[in-house]
């Protein structure tokens, strides 16, 4: 049903220097999902071979699972409407590293040579994109700001 | 600095298929970095999608470290070959264009500082969808030569704020009903709204609710200069101080700046929803009505340079001033009274460039033939309109001189119509006594024919008044002047 892009750099821990709480809360972070695309999807070289990503074929996904996992999560507002957390990348993000997904799955996700470009849910797979659908937890801007 | 340059675009071959790809791929500090990063889109098929396909967000970047979004080498609408004949509006045949349903976002989202987009179609469709958010306190955001164009209902077709931004040479396009604001821009304190130069602000001429205001924005200050803005229910809104420089409008008693009541219709090829064609019509309001300023404004969308003819054209479309010279059909002998006597027959052939300005000087080319062979080539015919007519004298080969009076209007309007009058008077020291001149009117877009249906089959024109003057120009600026005697 659908090819999601996954993103596998940690921008918190591996990017030098490290970005700002804003930073981080904005880019996107590991396993957020860059881009779903049908599937089949002629995909670019620097998507095929790129350490940041990962492209995972999930022939049994359906789009209202996927969906979710491309929408930001959206700063929520104190009663003068100022924002008290940081817009992030995404709200949602499949949790690759959940104890439910194999470790042929976890390793091949940690594996930044990238000798297998994409891995290819088996149908049916022992979970659903949808099961390890988890939220992003909210990030709290700092009273009187960043500093 | 170094650029890293990315191809993106579906086609083999290509760094990164989707824009959000290409992003999520950049550095998070540029600066440490040491580069400045350009995504090349390639319009191997639409960049299409029902979520905000492009999010720019959380980079650290300089004046030296850059984000550029553009169109690789003959991608974008302003590369086509057709450019000056397509509608301007979304077409992803014509270039790369960026289409997004998404519905209560953006279809490009920017928070990101110094960033450039250059040369893009972008289009959202979805319901309180904006084409592109930049709200915030992101600073140094440059759109050039882009079409914005929004289809969906309500919300805005940008929403763009902070500092040191600008748009310039773009179409923004509200072509959705009940759209509050074209532009949307510094709603929140400190933050200000882009500067507008020779930008295009419209709304469709039949949406069932137009925008409630052109630009609404709060905070700070701004420059809009060599804008049309159209189709809006008002011009701007909010506390922000606009200084609107060399604008036009089609409402009435706008502020300074801004040149009001202006009729829509005349100033664009269409105006509706569905076949909209935002290229500015010869004889337009527009025309020559700008301000120089060749720093924002030194090409078009179309990539025609600025000016054309001495002349700044509001909005982002520039007439062109020369045109290619293509054959005509559409052409009749014209017999002339000759002020001396002949011995033999010639031939003249008028080649005349309509060249869309004419304020500016027309060229000609004038091919004389005769049975002895002779031949003799006149370049040097020059018009101008001074005073709401047309003056066009020779300065032709040593004792030629050439002299016609086009009605203005009928000229100004002859795209619309396709009507044109004329009349042309000749005379040489070997002049026939009946001389035959055959003018071939060529239009400013090369691609209206001159219809002379409108004229007697034949006439014949004195030149005793034409030819006394032993100067080199003459001004025809009153009735008369040519004195049509009788058909054949």
């Known amino acids: 049903m659908a090819e999601l892009l996954l993103f596998a750099w940690d921008h918190s821990t591996q990017s030098v220097p490290k970005p700002s709480l804003r930073q981080i809360a904005e880019l996107p972070k590991r396993y957020d999902v860059v881009t779903a695309q049908p599937d089949g999807w002629r ?35 104190d009663m003068d409407d100022n924002p008290t957390t940081h817009w992030q990348y995404r709200g ?6 959940h104890q439910l997904v194999p470790a042929d799955l976890q390793d091949w996700f940690c594996d930044d040579t990238r000798a297998a470009p994409r891995y290819v849910l088996p149908t049916p797979f022992v979970v659903t994109i949808a099961a390890i659908k988890t939220a992003r937890s909210p990030i709290v801007i700092p009273h009187g700001g960043e500093h | 600095m170094p650029t890293v340059v990315k191809t993106i675009g579906s086609g083999g071959g290509r760094d990164y298929s989707t824009l959000a790809a290409w992003a999520a791929s950049l550095p998070a500090n540029l600066v440490t ?20 396909l492009l999010t720019l967000s959380g980079h650290t970047t300089d004046a030296s470290h ?37 519905a209560y976002a953006g279809t490009i989202s920017i928070t990101d500082s110094n960033v450039f987009l250059s040369n893009l179609q972008i289009k959202n469709t979805g319901s309180h969808g904006r084409v592109l ?13 882009c079409i914005f164009v929004k289809t969906g209902t309500s919300a805005y077709v940008v929403a763009v704020s902070g500092g040191g931004q600008k748009i310039r040479n773009s179409l923004l396009l509200a072509a959705g009903s009940g759209i509050s604001y074209i532009l949307a821009g510094s709603l929140s304190t400190g933050v200000g ?30 420059t809009v200069e060599n804008c049309a803005i159209f189709g809006c229910a008002a011009l701007s809104g909010g506390s922000t101080t606009i200084t609107f420089t060399s604008c036009m409008t089609d409402l009435a008693s706008p502020p300074a700046g801004v040149t009001g009541s202006k009729t829509y219709a005349k100033q664009f090829q269409n105006t509706t929803a569905a076949s909209g064609d935002f290229r500015e019509k010869a004889g337009a309001d527009l025309q020559g009505s700008g301000t120089a300023d060749g720093t924002n404004g030194a090409t078009d969308i179309a990539g ?41 027959p010639v031939r003249i052939e008028l080649i005349a460039t309509q060249r869309g300005d004419l304020r500016t000087p027309l060229e000609s080319l004038t091919i004389l033939r005769s049975d002895r062979g002779l031949r003799v080539e006149d370049s040097s015919g020059v018009a101008r309109d001074t005073a709401g007519r047309i003056e066009w004298a020779a300065q032709a080969v040593t004792e030629w001189r050439a002299a016609t009076e086009w009605p203005t209007l009928l000229l100004r309007n002859l795209a619309a119509t396709g009507e044109f009058t004329a009349a042309l008077a000749w005379g040489a020291p070997i002049s026939p006594e009946w001389m035959e001149a055959i003018a071939t009117l060529l239009s400013a877009d090369a691609v209206l024919q001159v219809d002379w249906s409108g004229l007697p089959a034949s006439v014949l024109v004195s030149l005793d008044r034409l030819l006394t003057s032993p100067g080199k120009r003459r001004r025809l600026d009153t009735p008369g002047r040519l004195r049509l005697l009788k058909p054949l």
């Open chain 2, 304 to 344: 025609t340079a600025r000016p054309q003819g001495g002349h700044w054209d509001i909005g982002c479309w520039e007439l062109l001033i020369s045109v290619t010279i293509v054959a005509a059909d559409a052409w009749m002998p014209i017999a002339l009274l000759p002020t001396q006597r002949v011995d033999q």
């Open chain 2, 133 to 145: 958010i930049s709200e915030g306190t992101s600073l140094s955001i440059v759109m050039d030569d």
């Open chain 2, 193 to 222: 709204m882009p500067d507008l130069y020779f930008c295009d602000l419209v709304a469709a001429s039949d949406v069932g609710t137009p925008p409630i205001e052109a630009i609404h924005c709060v905070y700070s200050s701004s």
């Open chain 1, 43 to 77: 995909w670019g070289s620097a998507e095929l071979g790129h350490p940041w990503f990962r492209i995972l074929a999930c022939p049994g996904a359906m789009e209202t699972d996927i969906e979710p996992m491309l929408s930001p999560l959206l700063p929520e507002r």
């Open chain 2, 66 to 102: 850059t984000i550029t979004l553009t169109t690789g080498p003959g991608q974008s609408f302003r590369d086509n070959a057709n450019v000056q004949t397509n509608a301007l509006n979304y077409s992803s045949s014509n270039g790369v264009g960026i289409n997004s349903s998404v």
């Open chain 1, 92 to 97: 949602f993000y499949p949790h690759l590293g």
């Open chain 2, 33 to 52: 970095d040491g580069n400045s990063y350009e995504g090349d889109c390639y319009n191997d098929s639409e960049f299409t999608g029902s979520a905000t």
